[in-house]
C-alpha cells in the first residue's frame, strides 16, 4: 500500500520542541522532493520546508533558523525538528512528495498546538 504517515505532533508550550516525522512505505522516498506544510486553524496551507534527493533543503517564513528537515531517522523517512515553537506554529502539519509539477501526493497530517 503506497501511503505517507506522519506522526510526532503534540501539545506543547511556547519555547519547547517537536520532531515530526513522515514515514512512507509502497515507495522509496529517498528517490522524491518531500515537502513540509502547515495548515493553520482557519487559514490556508502553507509550506514550511523542503529536501531533495541530493539533499538541498529549503525553508520558508518563520521556519528559517527553527526548523531543520532531515532524511534517515529510520527507514524511509524524513523528519522535522521544530525548535522554539510558537503559537503561530499551531496547525497541522502535513508531508508531501513533489510530483512532475507540484506536492502530488500527501499525508492524512498531525496537530500541533503551541499553547500556555
Known amino acids: 500500500q503506497v501511503q505517507l504517515v506522519e506522526s510526532g505532533g503534540g501539545l506543547v508550550q511556547p519555547g519547547e520542541s517537536l520532531r515530526l516525522s513522515c514515514v512512507a512505505s509502497?515507495?522509496?522516498?529517498?528517490?522524491?522532493?518531500v515537502g513540509w506544510f502547515q495548515q493553520a486553524p482557519g487559514k490556508e496551507r502553507e509550506g514550511i520546508s523542503s529536501?531533495?534527493?541530493?539533499?538541498?533543503?529549503y525553508y520558508f517564513g518563520s521556519a528559517k533558523g527553527r526548523f531543520t528537515i532531515t532524511r534517515g531517522d529510520g527507514p524511509n523517512t524524513v523528519s522535522l525538528q521544530m525548535n522554539d515553537l510558537k503559537p503561530d506554529d499551531t496547525g497541522i502539519y502535513y508531508c508531501?512528495?513533489?510530483?512532475?509539477?507540484?506536492?502530488?501526493?500527501w499525508g492524512r497530517g498531525t496537530q500541533v498546538t503551541v499553547s500556555s
Open positions: 529536501l531533495t534527493p541530493d539533499g538541498d533543503t
Open positions: 509502497g515507495f522509496l522516498l529517498d528517490e522524491y522532493t
Open positions: 508531501a512528495v513533489w510530483g512532475k509539477h507540484e506536492f502530488t501526493f
